[in-house]
């Protein structure tokens, strides 16, 4: 027995509860982007329900397959640089066996790949919301493919991936806040200064056209969350996970009531929209700190993350930047936030020993390397992903035409509508008699 | 004839129904609209972002009168659409040249 215990512990084995607890962690990140298409989509004026919707869908479809292509093996793959991994084996996923574990841990590489694969579909999603009414869908599904590969793969790769420069240096992410959420809302700043403003921004009113649809979002990105951070320790076997677990619950449970009671005190009503958008931020600053916190610390970044993106969601009005659903204003302050607390807040007793400014020896060496991190990272999507819609937008175009975008960009888009709102059911106001398949059937039918 | 039109607030739909039937009033029309008079809008607040939404939801419910039951039916209607609190409505009525039941054809007052 005591052989077969130090041999664990030299070579980890496949532990089943482990890969068990991975692959349900795969499945709720994944229910996030549908999550996140309600929250987005509720958001939006009725007429361009469905485009929201889909923005974040495609992301699903484009993504799955260009991390099994080559997405994994350049976030993954052995380093080169500390810029980029590379791993032919990975490629197309072909030479990987089902059992063979992921370098360390006690889950199989494809459990790992598959894991990581709907962190890479989340992020490009994430963009979407900046980009509200206007953008055409063929231009944002090969931005959503473009973006992936040029800036989330590298990315991820320098954040997690062995080698990468920012996991070398010691910046700490535990489930993304700089890879995902500084990554996606820097990049959501940089497209919007390249394709400009909604048609009427500041003019016309834009109210979200159901809340109702926003808070089933915000429930599902809530409820997922816990697979994306509790399940970025890849197991549970130090309790660090369970850490994550409880810390993401109590930031999130602070920055609603942050949020809400700022905007109680600023704008006189604990707005529905504000707890939605409160949880989120929430959910975003804890997302980079919730393994290095403590539960006490937890409610110190909610409840500041909270309040700044409350703030910051005013800014566009200000600068005159069409962040249309706020990516910028939630994404990446929640996400500069959450990551450069963690060089106040961190205890040295969570995922790693590195102490923030209040605890230890009160050392700003992890703030410092937060800082590196956090702009580096801004930095560069920022500039590729405005070069990105640039390129864009002189080839093919980014915008449909003021005309779809004024009369709504689902019919223009996608040739349907999200709601029949006609009191007799459609009936009445339907101008084709069936849809034509329908008919060629019942002709065949009468023959 | 005359064609009395009344845009009221919508929650006193069931009250004035009930009032113009005691009174014998056999039919009348209702659509959902909005609008707006003293009364004005009301602000709504999303992020911060403050909306002055001035179109409230209005009931505008019309009735076919004769003549001499015009002025009567145009009180019943104002009586219990009358809330006393700002944004109550109004009442209005205009000449009717003709009406005609579709199913019978019957024409004039005959077809209220």
């Given at each position: 027995?005591?052989?077969?215990?130090?041999?664990?512990?030299e070579a980890p084995k496949l532990s089943s509860?482990n890969t068990g607890f991975m692959l349900i962690c795969s499945a709720l990140v994944l229910?996030m982007t549908?999550?996140?298409?309600?929250?987005?989509?509720?958001?939006?004026?009725?007429?361009?329900?469905?485009?929201?919707?889909?923005?974040?869908?495609i992301s699903i479809g484009i993504v799955t397959i260009l991390w099994v292509l080559y997405g994994f093996s350049l976030a993954f793959g052995t380093d080169s640089g500390s810029l980029i991994g590379w791993n032919s084996d990975w490629v197309g996923l072909s030479n990987i066996g089902l059992t063979q574990l992921w370098d360390g841990y006690t889950i199989p590489i494809f459990v790992f790949m598959v894991f990581q694969m709907m962190f890479a579909i989340i992020t490009p999603a994430?963009?979407?919301?900046?980009?509200?009414?206007?953008?055409?869908?063929?231009?944002?599904a090969l931005f959503v493919a473009l973006w992936a590969t040029v800036v989330y793969f590298p990315v991820a790769h320098w954040v997690w991936g062995a080698g990468g420069w920012a996991f070398e240096l010691?910046v700490?992410d535990f489930a993304g806040?700089t890879a995902v959420?500084?990554n996606a809302?820097?990049?959501?700043?940089?497209?919007?200064?390249?394709?400009?403003?909604?048609?009427?921004?500041?003019?016309?009113?834009?109210?979200?056209?159901?809340?109702?649809?926003?808070?089933?979002?915000?429930?599902?990105?809530?409820?997922?969350?816990?697979g994306f951070?509790?399940g970025s320790w890849l197991g549970?076997?130090?309790?660090?996970g369970?850490?994550?677990?409880?810390?993401?619950?109590?930031?999130?449970?602070?920055?609603?009531?942050?949020?809400?009671?700022?905007?109680?005190?600023?704008?006189?009503?604990?707005?529905?929209?504000?707890?939605?958008?409160?949880?989120?931020?929430?959910?975003?600053?804890?997302?980079?700190?919730?393994?290095?916190?403590?539960?006490?610390?937890?409610?110190?970044?909610?409840?500041?993350?909270?309040?700044?993106?409350?703030?910051?969601?005013?800014?566009?009005?200000?600068?005159?930047?069409?962040?249309?659903?706020?990516?910028?204003?939630?994404?990446?302050?929640?996400?500069?936030?959450?990551?450069?607390?963690?060089?106040?807040?961190?205890?040295?007793?969570?995922?790693?020993?590195?102490?923030?400014?209040?605890?230890?020896?009160?050392?700003?060496?992890?703030?410092?390397?937060?800082?590196?991190?956090?702009?580096?990272i801004?930095?560069y999507s920022?500039?590729v992903?405005?070069?990105?819609?640039?390129?864009?937008?002189?080839?093919?175009?980014?915008?449909?035409?003021?005309?779809?975008?004024?009369?709504?960009?689902?019919?223009?888009?996608?040739?349907?509508?999200?709601?029949?709102?006609?009191?007799?059911?459609?009936?009445?106001?339907?101008?084709?008699?069936?849809?034509?398949?329908?008919?060629?059937?019942?002709?065949?039918?009468?023959? | 004839?005359?064609?009395?039109?009344?845009?009221?607030?919508?929650?006193?739909?069931?009250?004035?129904?009930?009032?113009?039937?005691?009174?014998?009033?056999?039919?009348?029309?209702?659509?959902?609209?909005?609008?707006?008079?003293?009364?004005?809008?009301?602000?709504?607040?999303?992020?911060?972002?403050?909306?002055?939404?001035?179109?409230?939801?209005?009931?505008?419910?019309?009735?076919?009168?004769?003549?001499?039951?015009?002025?009567?039916?145009?009180?019943?209607?104002?009586?219990?659409?009358?809330?006393?609190?700002?944004?109550?409505?109004?009442?209005?009525?205009?000449?009717?040249?003709?009406?005609?039941?579709?199913?019978?054809?019957?024409?004039?007052?005959?077809?209220?």
């Amino acid at each position: 027995m005591a052989a077969a215990i130090t041999l664990a512990a030299e070579a980890p084995k496949l532990s089943s509860a482990n890969t068990g607890f991975m692959l349900i962690c795969s499945a709720l990140v994944l229910i996030m982007t549908p999550g996140l298409a309600f929250f987005y989509g509720g958001m939006v004026r009725v007429k361009s329900t469905l485009n929201m919707l889909m923005m974040s869908f495609i992301s699903i479809g484009i993504v799955t397959i260009l991390w099994v292509l080559y997405g994994f093996s350049l976030a993954f793959g052995t380093d080169s640089g500390s810029l980029i991994g590379w791993n032919s084996d990975w490629v197309g996923l072909s030479n990987i066996g089902l059992t063979q574990l992921w370098d360390g841990y006690t889950i199989p590489i494809f459990v790992f790949m598959v894991f990581q694969m709907m962190f890479a579909i989340i992020t490009p999603a994430l963009i979407s919301g900046a980009l509200a009414d206007r953008v055409k869908f063929s231009a944002w599904a090969l931005f959503v493919a473009l973006w992936a590969t040029v800036v989330y793969f590298p990315v991820a790769h320098w954040v997690w991936g062995a080698g990468g420069w920012a996991f070398e240096l010691g910046v700490i992410d535990f489930a993304g806040g700089t890879a995902v959420h500084i990554n996606a809302g820097a990049a959501a700043l940089g497209v919007i200064l390249v394709i400009g403003k909604r048609v009427g921004f500041k003019k016309d009113p834009m109210r979200p056209h159901s809340l109702p649809l926003v808070m089933l979002g915000a429930g599902l990105l809530w409820f997922g969350w816990f697979g994306f951070n509790a399940g970025s320790w890849l197991g549970n076997d130090d309790g660090v996970g369970a850490l994550m677990f409880v810390n993401t619950q109590v930031a999130t449970a602070a920055a609603m009531l942050a949020w809400l009671a700022y905007e109680k005190i600023r704008h006189g009503a604990f707005t529905t929209l504000g707890a939605a958008s409160g949880a989120v931020a929430g959910l975003v600053a804890i997302t980079p700190s919730g393994g290095a916190v403590s539960p006490l610390g937890a409610i110190a970044v909610g409840a500041i993350a909270g309040v700044l993106c409350a703030m910051a969601v005013g800014l566009k009005y200000k600068f005159g930047y069409d962040d249309s659903l706020d990516v910028v204003g939630v994404h990446l302050v929640g996400g500069v936030a959450g990551s450069l607390l963690i060089g106040f807040f961190a205890t040295g007793k969570g995922q790693s020993e590195a102490t923030g400014v209040f605890y230890g020896d009160h050392s700003f060496d992890q703030l410092w390397k937060q800082c590196a991190g956090v702009f580096a990272i801004l930095a560069y999507s920022l500039v590729v992903s405005a070069v990105l819609a640039f390129l864009l937008d002189k080839t093919i175009g980014m915008r449909v035409s003021e005309d779809d975008e004024i009369a709504g960009i689902d019919q223009a888009e996608h040739a349907e509508t999200a709601y029949d709102f006609s009191g007799a059911g459609g009936g009445a106001a339907r101008t084709t008699a069936l849809p034509t398949a329908v008919a060629d059937a019942s002709k065949k039918v009468d023959a | 004839m005359k064609l009395i039109t009344a845009v009221v607030k919508p929650h006193r739909l069931d009250e004035i129904k009930e009032a113009l039937q005691a009174f014998g009033v056999h039919g009348l029309t209702v659509t959902e609209a909005s609008g707006y008079g003293r009364q004005r809008g009301h602000t709504e607040v999303y992020r911060g972002a403050e909306y002055t939404v001035d179109l409230v939801p209005k009931i505008r419910i019309e009735v076919l009168a004769e003549d001499d039951d015009a002025e009567q039916l145009i009180d019943v209607i104002v009586k219990a659409a009358r809330t006393g609190k700002i944004g109550d409505g109004k009442v209005w009525s205009l000449p009717v040249e003709t009406a005609v039941r579709v199913r019978t054809g019957e024409r004039g007052p005959d077809a209220l």
